[in-house]
T-cell receptor, first 115, second 113 residues
């Protein structure tokens, strides 16, 4: 079956530009995560969506970062006024149930390079 | 502060041997622990989940142990193959940690012929 799909797979942008990253989760999965992975670093939690509840934005590094999830499905992560330190792989994951019983299903990420 | 530690140095072993990877954590009271595999250019893929009341879990050539006293999980791959070469990540979800699954930085495993 279809897995988590992320687009674009690669994005090169100039410093100061805005970018939008898209995530299509697995159909029927109720929760969605965004993580960021920098070279040699672990996965850094950014934001979590669960059903119609208010998202957990506690991991967003600055107010330049925002995300939304429309219709409980597709999610978009937006980075405004990009900086070079934003360069990383942005990973999206969805989950069907709760984390105690279900694994996260990751997409292959969007590699963002800010020049 | 709460921390997950995995050996940042790559682990090189010969084909057929058992690979053992370590995940240590501090100041956590995890309800469970997960292991993921990540290949270059790909997202992590789930392998195994072990709960705090389980000492050991197996899946084919994989075995995970979880010692909440030592605050350590060991991940074993028996009869290792070159196809097992990847980065292996452990992840914790601890009581009171909110909504996130916290990941270690991963250990790169290289299985040589």
């Amino acid at each position: 079956g279809a897995g988590v799909s992320q687009s674009p797979s690669n994005k090169v942008t100039e410093k100061g530009k805005d970018v939008e990253l898209r995530c299509d989760p697995i159909s029927g999965h109720t929760a969605l995560y965004w993580y960021r992975q920098s070279l040699g670093q672990g996965l850094e939690f950014l934001i979590y969506f669960q059903g119609n509840s208010a998202p957990d934005k506690s991991g967003l590094p600055s107010d330049r970062f925002s995300a939304e999830r429309t219709g409980g499905s597709v999610s978009t992560l937006t980075i405004q006024r990009t900086q070079q330190e934003d360069s990383a792989v942005y990973l999206c994951a969805s989950i069907k149930g709760d984390r105690a019983n279900s694994p996260l299903h990751f997409g292959n990420g969007t590699r963002l390079t800010v020049t | 502060s709460q921390k997950i530690e995995q050996n940042s140095e790559a682990l090189n072993i010969q084909e057929g041997k058992t690979a053992t990877l370590t995940c240590n954590y501090t100041n956590y009271s995890p309800a469970y622990l997960q292991w993921y595999r990540q290949d270059p250019g790909r997202g992590p893929v789930f392998l195994l989940l072990i709960r705090e009341n389980e000492k050991e879990k197996r899946k084919e050539r994989l075995k995970v142990t979880f010692d909440t006293t030592l605050k350590q999980s060991l991940f074993h791959i028996t009869a290792s193959q070159p196809a097992d070469s990847a980065t292996y990540l452990c992840a914790l979800d601890f009581t009171g940690g909110g909504n996130k699954l916290t990941f270690g930085t991963g250990t790169q495993l290289k299985v040589e012929l």
